[in-house]
């Protein structure tokens, strides 16, 4: 089954850049869609945005222009580059795998990203 760990998230200041990662299993971006999404404690978890199988993506307006998705199929990952961060982008960022066969979704287990002086 789809299994998906997130890594990379830390602690940057404002107007600074990180790299998020999604690793997965051989064959998994092929079938899935891979989103990634958002959570801060006391709001509603946000969609990033995603990148589907044939390699189209889809950002969010709160982060367009700023962040990027991208995948290295060789790898079986999914990155989130993130540029120009601002300390609205704290939040713990979770990846996402949604099949478009079957519509199941998998998700991981999310990693801390804290944008602050």
């Known amino acids: 089954q789809v299994h998906l760990v997130e890594s990379g998230g830390g602690l940057v200041q404002p107007g600074g850049s990180l790299r998020l990662s999604c690793a997965t299993s051989?064959?998994?971006?092929?079938?899935?869609?891979m989103y990634w999404y958002r959570q801060t404690p006391g709001k509603q978890r946000e969609q990033v945005g995603y990148?589907?199988?044939?390699?189209?993506?889809n950002y969010a307006d709160s982060v367009k222009g700023r962040f990027t998705i991208s995948r290295d199929i060789a790898k079986s990952t999914v990155y989130l580059q993130m540029n120009s961060l601002k300390p609205e982008d704290t939040a713990v960022y979770y990846c996402?795998?949604?099949?478009?066969?079957?519509?199941?979704?998998?998700w991981g287990q999310g990693t801390q990203v804290t944008v602050s002086s």
């Open positions: 990148i589907n199988p044939g390699g189209g993506t």
């Open positions: 996402n795998a949604l099949s478009v066969r079957t519509r199941v979704e998998t």
């Open positions: 051989p064959g998994v971006l092929s079938i899935h869609a």
